[in-house]
């Protein structure tokens, strides 16, 4: 007589076993998707700033506070911004201020005017330092536009208070586009770095005419 062999049984999985295995097999694969979208690096780009003084004999006898613009909250992040020559704004998600374009403005104005050796001094509104003017304003672009050209768009309003009087003595516009040489977040960049050196030496040219007309006493 023959003793058939012995075969291991097979367990068959419950349909609800297969779906959980599913499920959890679904929730890594999103995670991993997820990982390699965000190793995408970001880079940031600066604004380059004068750095010594430069003595003048005939230094105006003020001392300058530079505050923060005030602007939208486009301006108050570090994203890049970007646009037509219409409604239409956007940000790019990967290229970066190294700090949000008023802090930008405000530094390359106190570095600027202080570079110039024309005041008396020149610091940001933070400092202990207690200064009579002022200088502040409003930020009204600061972006990529593009269009037949592709320009570094910079528009803002300065404005000079006295703090003795409460006044605001003196204030000038600043609208200009610096041509960018091509499609290229670092041609951008370096034509709105032109861009806001250029906008410093017209502020200062200002503040000086200004200062002329109303020597300090």
Same mark, same amino acid.
């Given at each position: 007589?023959?003793?058939?062999?012995?075969? +291991?049984?097979?367990?068959?999985? !419950?349909?609800?076993? #297969?779906? &959980?295995? =599913?499920? *959890?097999?679904?929730?890594?694969?999103?995670?991993?998707?997820?990982?390699?979208?965000?190793?995408?690096?970001?880079?940031?780009?600066?604004?380059?700033? +004068?750095?010594?003084?430069?003595? !003048?004999?005939?230094? #105006?006898? &003020?001392? =300058?506070? *530079?505050?923060?613009?005030?602007?939208?909250?486009?301006?108050?992040?570090?994203?890049?911004?970007?646009?037509?020559?219409?409604?239409?704004?956007?940000?790019?998600?990967?290229?970066?201020?190294?700090?949000?374009?008023?802090?930008?403005?405000?530094?390359?104005?106190?570095?600027?005017?202080?570079?110039?050796?024309?005041?008396?001094?020149?610091?940001?509104?933070?400092?202990?330092?207690?200064?009579?003017?002022?200088?502040?304003?409003?930020?009204?672009?600061?972006?990529?536009?593009?269009?037949?050209?592709?320009?570094?768009?910079?528009?803002?309003?300065?404005?000079?208070?006295?703090?003795?009087?409460?006044?605001?003595?003196?204030?000038?516009?600043?609208?200009?586009?610096?041509?960018?040489?091509?499609?290229?977040?670092?041609?951008?960049?370096?034509?709105?770095?032109?861009?806001?050196?250029?906008?410093v030496l017209e502020v200062q040219a200002g503040l000086e005419e200004y200062f002329r007309a109303h020597p300090m006493k």
């Open positions: 007589m023959r003793i058939p062999a012995h075969r +291991p049984s097979r367990t068959v999985a !419950s349909p609800r076993v #297969i779906t &959980a295995l =599913l499920t *959890v097999g679904l929730i890594m694969l999103v995670v991993s998707l997820a990982g390699c979208g965000s190793s995408r690096p970001i880079k940031y780009y600066h604004i380059t700033y +004068p750095t010594a003084d430069n003595p !003048s004999a005939d230094t #105006i006898d &003020a001392i =300058l506070m *530079v505050r923060t613009f005030e602007a939208s909250h486009l301006y108050l992040d570090d994203k890049i911004v970007y646009g037509m020559d219409s409604p239409e704004t956007g940000t790019y998600e990967y290229q970066r201020w190294v700090e949000p374009p008023v802090e930008i403005l405000q530094d390359s104005l106190v570095r600027g005017l202080r570079a110039s050796g024309r005041f008396r001094g020149v610091y940001g509104l933070r400092s202990d330092i207690n200064g009579q003017f002022i200088l502040g304003g409003h930020l009204y672009e600061f972006k990529e536009v593009d269009g037949a050209t592709i320009v570094a768009r910079l528009s803002y309003e300065t404005r000079l208070r006295d703090r003795k009087t409460g006044l605001t003595v003196w204030n000038h516009v600043y609208n200009h586009d610096e041509p960018v040489s091509e499609k290229s977040v670092s041609a951008f960049v370096q034509a709105m770095d032109k861009n806001v050196q250029r906008s």
